[in-house]
């Protein structure tokens, strides 16, 4: 929940009318008010109000000064997308914004680095460290140098309503993950902020075929997944596969697959264990980590293809998904035929590799 609730009496319509208004007649005091009206607006609105106020709070966004409170009204709107209001309605101005933010802090890092010694760190993101000194080394005028240097240390902040539009619909995330992912991860391997939720979201694949091979048996499925992590993935593939009665093993629990499946996310956390079938594996022979994503599957011969292996040693995980929000999937669409899978097992490093990853 980004804002906390509080049960009094609002009408956060009107407040909202006169935050518009105030924005629109660039009235710099006039919306510095309206805007604080709107915020305890909105811890006191109810979900039918806060269903009407996200997409005129999402739409505000690009009116609003890059040095002013940005990321803070896109938490508004991201609040009111919590409780309800359409999350493809208000995706376009958030995400926009965080995706200026995004470039304007990589900017920030690169005139910084620029300006300085090999040895010469980046700053921790926080305003403290805005000032003159600062805005003199990043160059340029001193408008363009204050916004870089506001979004390298706010950035974080457009995180919490970019993950509540990007989690509850696949439409927006197939429209702006290909935009957002590689500046998010350029921006990350800076290691100054935590871009790790942001990132995830941004990867995670929604209806995608999989080529699976089950080394120890030589067979091989095909298999079409989406939403959710590998710990996911594991838990519903060897439900398909060791359930299904396709490779020897032990089935998940039925709580592990339901709590890996279904649409309405657990209510806090349970005690629900799930216990690892397989080795994940490249088709290097590179192990595919449960705490990763399955587009860290490579893409072979135009196809993501994860080799299934006995497992080294025993795993046993929470059950809970890493965004509750989003259910995972993993159907059966065919097995494959035995030559079919001797091809695929070719591209492998137990066969003899000669498929061109893509």
């Given at each position: 929940m980004i804002f906390k609730r509080k049960q009094e009496a609002s009408d956060l319509g009107a407040t909202v009318s006169e935050l518009e208004q105030a924005v629109d007649a660039r009235d710099g005091a006039r919306t510095e008010r309206?805007?604080?009206?709107a915020i305890k607006g909105l811890q006191q609105a109810t979900d039918a109000e806060c269903v009407l106020a996200g997409p005129r709070l999402a739409a505000l966004l690009p009116a609003f000064p890059p040095t002013g409170p940005r990321p803070?009204?896109?938490?508004a709107a991201g609040f009111c997308v919590e409780r309800g209001a359409d999350p493809a309605a208000c995706a376009e101005p958030i995400l926009g914004?965080?995706?200026r933010d995004l470039l304007n802090a990589l900017e920030f890092a690169r005139r910084w680095t620029a300006a300085g010694g090999a040895e010469d760190e980046l700053p921790e993101p926080d305003e403290k460290i805005i000032d003159d000194a600062l805005l003199a080394r990043l160059g340029?005028?001193?408008?363009e140098a204050t916004r870089w240097a506001l979004a390298w240390c706010a950035v974080d902040e457009w995180q919490p309503p970019a993950l509540a539009v990007l989690c509850r619909s696949a439409q927006v995330r197939r429209r702006h993950a290909s935009t957002l992912l590689?500046?998010?991860r350029d921006l990350a391997a800076l290691q100054r902020h935590d871009l790790k939720c942001l990132a995830y979201a941004l990867a995670v694949l929604d209806d995608e075929p999989l080529v699976v091979l089950h080394r120890p048996s030589g067979t091989g499925f095909e298999v079409r997944i989406g939403g959710g992590d590998n710990f996911q993935l594991h838990t519903l593939l060897a439900h398909v596969l060791v359930g299904g009665g396709h490779v020897p093993g032990t089935a998940p629990s039925a709580e592990s697959v339901r709590l890996a499946t279904d649409p309405e996310p657990a209510r806090g956390r349970t005690e629900a264990v799930a216990t690892g079938a397989f080795e994940l594996l490249a088709p290097d022979g590179e192990r595919i980590w449960n705490e990763?994503?399955?587009?860290?599957i490579p893409v072979v011969e135009g196809c993501r293809l994860l080799v299934l292996d006995e497992p080294m040693y025993q795993r046993k995980w929470n059950a809970d998904r890493f965004f509750p929000l989003l259910p995972g999937r993993a159907e059966l669409t065919r097995v494959l035929s035995a030559d079919e899978a001797r091809t695929w097992f070719a591209c492998t490093s137990s066969g003899n590799g000669t498929c061109r990853a893509s």
């Open positions: 309206a805007f604080t009206a803070l009204l896109a938490s914004g965080l995706h340029g005028d001193a408008y590689p500046a998010c990763g994503l399955p587009d860290d």
